[in-house]
């Protein structure tokens, strides 16, 4: 009564529904639901290193929920070779849009060729790659690092401003060739370049991440019983700090001066009470404009080729005051 063949197709449709309700956690099964309406974008995301990137995910996934876009979300856990691995995938879905987060800025060139010759647009979200040829993707969306970099450089200037004795900074850097450690480094050296009274006295990754952070700071305070400044690149690293400074029998914010990058909400909750001094804003929240770019580009829409996202800065008293508010 109930054949071979029959038992064979049940249970391929029963194996094509199942691929079909993966697709939104991994980039490697299942195939794209293409047309039919709804939009569908392969996403590939850095990890999950900080607070900003689990806000930024957070972001993401909560839009395309809003929007009713089919999202297939790719974690590539810091590693270049796993977002390639995303995207060729997402190629092979047949996505509608492609976007991702760049773990470091260069090698992208081969991948996103093949996102072009397959016609899928491509969208950088948060950090751009430096390929001289801009076809290769549609837009940017995201912050300008260097700007960042110049913001805390800037803080620092108006801090010490008139007085002579030299001023000596630690740097905890990003992830190697990621595009906000290269630019938040340089923007920082190129304002603090023109006062000879500052000097970096030590600058090493801290990968951005908490752990790592707080393993450097502790060879960074090793090292040197003369440290003024710690400029982090990111929130998380500079709290990994702070809890080496308090080991070391220090207050971070009053014996060291510390600058960071993002204002999460450990971060501004470490402002507000004075154990960081000022951090320069970068949002995660990028999931709403890009539910909308990719809408545009997938409709063939002209789109501006960087969209940048509007920041500020923050003192312990303005954390204080947004605190209470703060979403992520
Ligand atoms: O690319 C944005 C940076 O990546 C954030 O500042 C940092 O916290 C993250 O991991």
Known sequence: MFGKRAGVLLAAALLASVLGACGDDDS?????????????????????????????????????????????????QGKQENQIK?????????????????????????????AKDAEIPVI???RAIDSPDDSLYETFIGSDFVLEGQKAG????????????????????????AAPANDRKAGFAEVIKKDPKFKVIASQTGQF???????????????HDDIDVLYAHNDDMGLGAIEAIEAAGKVPGKDIKIITVDAVKDGMTALSEGKINFIVE????????????????????????????KETTFTPEQAKEVLPERKY
Not at 209 to 223: A, H, I, N, P, W
């Open 28 to 76: 490697g099964g299942g195939g794209s639901s293409g047309g039919g309406g709804r939009l569908v974008i392969g996403f590939a995301q850095v990890g999950a290193e900080s607070g900003w990137r689990t806000a930024n995910t957070k972001s993401i996934q909560d839009s395309a929920k809003a929007a009713g876009v089919e999202l297939k979300f790719s974690d590539a």
């Open 86 to 114: 995303a995207i060729r995938s997402f190629i092979t879905q047949r996505v509608d849009v492609i976007a991702f987060s760049p773990v470091v800025e260069s090698g992208w060139d081969t991948v996103l060729k093949e």
């Open 124 to 126: 950088l979200t948060d």
């Open 154 to 177: 800037e803080w620092l200037t108006q801090e010490y401003q008139g007085k002579t004795d030299p001023v000596n900074i630690v740097e905890l850097q990003g992830t190697p060739g």
């Open 209 to 223: 991440t908490r752990t790592d952070g707080k393993q450097v700071m502790e060879t960074f305070l090793q090292s």
């Open 282 to 309: 970068c949002s995660p929240l990028l999931g709403p404009q890009l539910m909308d770019l990719a809408q545009k580009v997938a409709d063939g829409q002209s789109v501006e080729k960087r969209v940048l996202t």
